[in-house]
């Protein structure tokens, strides 16, 4: 089976769309990525994702049918740069604008109807929000991927906007949302578009008071399952920066990124891990990485570049490959959910 996986992520940096060739024939699901690209957001669609929470209802509506348009031409001009053929469906994760799970909330946009009508190829899509109202918090959902396709490693660790691991715990496949990454340290790198392999965190001087205050937030002392969102941020972490007068930018990121080391750390640590996979844009961050190497002794793996971009895009191809075939691609164990479930909206 030959799916597209689209990966949208909360840092608005851009969409990953990863083609991939799925074998289901054998004991162990085999896969090969055949393409990969990615397209970047303009200026002006960053700043309509970002600002899309603050919509009225209806202009949401409409953000949602422009998103999965601009989707649909993108996936179009993708097939026919690399001459892909035979696609079964799209899996397309969306871009999410809401996560309350608590409050049975979760919204991804990008309309999989329209997706499907432009590029005449079945679309799975709206993967979370079956999970939620099974209970469950609707993420992370790529833990399934890393157990069918990464077996060979105690744990996988993602450092995308926010950070998650997933890892087995008596027999059981667990994960959880760790920290923010990428959604607070790109803000803080403003105007540029990020801090380049933690750079300028590099250069900084690591605010002690502020560093205790975000350490001591309730969220890092909740049991697993638990997710965050972009809510958690603006009501958590953004009033502990306002806080402090006259921070220097440098010592901003120095100041988060080491807050995120030491909650990696912890995350490795709680989990046991002897060997884990780091993929997503934090991979590169240097100042993280190389920090967490430090302070861990685990046996940390950063993969080759295409994995490292890319694999949330294939994780999603499998979970709609998956959803094709009416087999489970959420599990209750990972997400808190009363069940398993076979979860995707899918427009043929």
Same mark, same amino acid.
């Given at each position: ?13 851009? $969409?990953?769309?990863? +083609?991939?060739?799925?074998?289901? &024939? ?129 744990? +996988? ?21 760790? +920290? ?17 392999? !933690? ?8 605010? &002690?008071? $502020?560093?205790?205050? $975000? ?13 965050? !969102? ?61 920090? $967490? ?43 808190? !959910? ?11």
């Amino acid at each position: 089976m030959r799916v597209i996986g689209l990966m949208s992520g909360t840092s608005c940096d851009g $969409l990953d769309m990863a +083609c991939v060739h799925f074998d289901f &024939q054998k004991a162990k699901i085999k896969f090969q990525i055949e393409a990969t690209h990615f397209v970047p957001y303009t200026a002006e669609w960053k700043q309509r994702l970002q600002k899309a929470h603050e919509l009225s209802g209806v202009d949401l509506h409409y953000l949602d049918v422009a998103l999965g348009q601009w989707m649909g031409i993108q996936v179009r001009n993708f097939l026919a740069a690399f001459q892909i053929k035979d696609v079964a469906a799209v899996a397309s994760h969306g871009h999410t604008i809401f996560h309350e799970p608590d409050k049975g909330l979760t919204l991804q946009i990008g309309n999989g109807a329209h997706l499907n009508q432009l590029l005449g190829i079945p679309v799975v899509c709206d993967f979370r929000i079956q999970d939620v109202a099974n209970h469950g918090q609707g993420a992370p959902l790529v833990p399934v991927g890393d157990a069918l396709l990464f077996p060979e490693y105690d744990a +996988c660790l993602n450092l995308g906007g926010f950070s998650n691991i997933s890892f087995v715990e008596n027999g059981q496949r667990k994960a959880f949302d760790i +920290c923010p990454v990428n959604i607070v340290l790109d803000a803080l790198a403003a105007p540029a578009a990020f801090d380049e392999g !933690g750079a300028l965190a590099a250069k900084g001087v690591v605010q &002690q008071d $502020l560093l205790t205050a $975000l350490n001591a937030l309730p969220f890092y002392q909740k049991t697993w399952p638990k997710s965050l !969102g972009r809510e958690w941020v603006d009501a958590r972490v953004w009033p502990l920066f306002h806080q402090v007068k006259e921070l220097r930018q440098e010592d901003a990121l120095a100041t988060f990124a080491t807050h995120v080391v030491l909650q990696l750390h912890n995350a490795l640590k709680a989990v046991q891990a002897k060997r884990v996979l780091v993929t997503g844009g934090g991979a590169y961050n240097g100042f993280i990485v190389g920090g $967490l190497r430090q302070m861990n002794p685990a046996d940390i793996t950063v993969p080759n570049k295409e994995l490292v971009d890319f694999k949330e895009a294939l994780v999603f191809a499998l979970l709609g490959a998956l959803r094709l075939r009416d087999a489970v691609n959420i599990w209750g164990s990972v997400t808190g !959910g009363c069940s398993d479930l076979s979860a995707g909206l899918i427009y043929r």
